[in-house]
């Protein structure tokens, strides 16, 4: 019986150690999980975080904890990140400003294309082409024209240098072969505030943020610049179908790992995020914001994220932006 007894307790023995790793992977996440936006509360990318968070916890069985930490574009948060446990418990709400920080301000300490991973791609939210009423144009072509015909006349509104709509509306003098002349603000409100006033006559702004002054008649809408037509205001063109074919940018967001996190994390967190866009109240809050669930494959994220990091280099070197470093 000795001996039966010795065996029976080393079989049990080797059975915990083999199943211990399948237990502890199983186990993700055990405590809560924490997504860092670098944005200040209520800003576009901290309501899209906050409208998936509730749902995610839900799923997840473990509270997601919003953590902002705004400043510098979002290369603080980027670099928290980039720099936390490989565990999963650390997530980035990263979004185009990312991308584009890779180019126009380098990190020292951080490779946006190497120290994170692309885990899920959550919502966009395109730019909305708004000029102020004074302007006597009615459609893209015709502010293109008007643009040809007086280089350097129309203002354009920027968020601050390398912001989405700065580097949208270069895009779009690149593109349109056109010279508007940047002015830049602090953020989207203050710049929409002079575009108003008529200090600048154009600007490409998130859609959350003016379509209140669009319905109002204060601001006059051209076009919204994704591939697709946006929810918030299906009758407006896109850039692309107004004359300037293939052009397609938007405000993304999506989640990021430190890289070597381990697949089984990332694929929970894909998972995850497939199953909070497709629930129905989710899309409903999305959306009232003027956002586009997005979701797809992890390897489809990757594919679209390093296409960024190329598009908006070409950009800020066809610009001639000075890189800050």
Not at 38 to 58: L, N, P, Q, Y
Not at 278 to 300: F, I, K, S, W
């Amino acid at each position: 019986m000795t001996i039966i007894w010795k065996i029976v307790v080393s079989a049990i023995a080797f059975c915990l150690v083999v199943a211990a790793p399948a237990r502890s992977e199983d186990a993700y996440p055990s405590r809560p999980v924490h997504f860092i936006v670098g944005f200040a509360g209520g800003s576009t990318a901290d309501v899209a975080a906050r409208i998936v968070a509730a749902k995610f916890s839900a799923l997840l069985g473990q509270p997601v904890v919003i953590d902002n930490r705004p400043g510098a574009g979002s290369m603080v948060s980027t670099d928290y990140v980039a720099h936390a446990s490989k565990d999963g418990y650390t997530i980035l709400v990263g979004t185009v400003a990312a991308a584009i920080n890779a180019t126009l301000s380098p990190s020292q300490s951080v490779d946006f294309g190497k120290d994170l991973d692309p885990v899920a791609s959550l919502a966009s939210i395109p730019n909305v082409l708004v000029v102020n009423p004074s302007v006597n144009v009615s459609n893209v072509q015709a502010l293109i024209a008007f643009a040809k015909a007086n280089p350097n006349a129309l203002f354009y509104g920027g968020s601050g240098i390398g912001s989405s709509p700065h580097l949208t509306g270069e895009l779009f003098d690149q593109m349109a072969g056109i010279e508007m002349t940047a002015v830049q603000y602090p953020g989207s409100a203050q710049a929409v505030t002079d575009l108003i006033a008529g200090r600048v006559q154009v600007m490409f702004s998130p859609a959350s943020t003016v379509m209140a002054f669009v319905q109002q008649g204060t601001l006059k809408a051209l076009a919204t610049t994704e591939k697709t037509r946006a929810t918030i205001a299906p009758d407006l063109p896109t850039v692309s179908e107004s004359g300037l074919p293939g052009f397609d940018t938007g405000i993304w967001f999506g989640l990021f790992a430190p890289s070597g996190t381990p697949a089984n994390v990332e694929e929970k967190l894909s998972e995850v995020t497939g199953q909070v866009l497709h629930d129905p109240q989710v899309v409903r809050l999305l959306q009232a914001q003027g956002m586009q669930p997005l979701g797809g494959t992890p390897e489809a994220f990757r594919q679209f994220v390093s296409s960024e990091l190329i598009r908006w280099a070409d950009v800020i070197k066809s610009a001639n932006i000075p890189v800050q470093r």
